[in-house]
Nanobody, 121 residues
Framework: QVQLAESGGGLVQAGGSLRLSCAAS????????MGWYRQAPGKQRELVAR???????EYANSVKGRFTISRDNAKNTVYLQMNSLKPEDTAVYYC???????????????WGQGTQVTVSS
């Protein structure tokens, strides 16, 4: 069974940094895309960043120049380095992976459990 385990959230002052990690485990044939969404109270979940298997990256406009997504394919792990954090970055951050489980042919999306990031002003 495939699982995604997140770590690295917490409380930080504005201007500070945090690094989130998300490791995929289980019987995995291939991983196409890994990324991060976030959801703030009362708001819709929004895509923060994603990285495709060939290391192409995409970012939300609100985090460009401040956040960096990277990936370690050998460890099936994606990272989100968040710098110059702002109070409006406060949210629950969810990692996801579009991957093909062993024994399957189609890509499926899996989600992490979410990790809280709180930025104080």
């Amino acid at each position: 069974q495939v699982q995604l385990a997140e770590s690295g959230g917490g409380l930080v002052q504005a201007g500070g940094s945090l690094r989130l990690s998300c490791a995929a485990s289980g019987s995995i044939l291939s991983i196409n895309v890994m990324g991060w969404y976030r959801q703030a109270p009362g708001k819709q979940r929004e895509l923060v960043a994603r990285i495709i298997s060939h290391n192409s990256t995409e970012y939300a406009n609100s985090v460009k120049g401040r956040f960096t997504i990277s990936r370690d394919n050998a460890k099936n792990t994606v990272y989100l380095q968040m710098n110059s954090l702002k109070p409006e970055d406060t949210a629950v951050y969810y990692c996801y992976a579009d991957l093909v489980p062993s024994g399957r042919y189609n890509s499926q999306r899996y989600w992490g459990q979410g990790t809280q990031v709180t930025v104080s002003s």
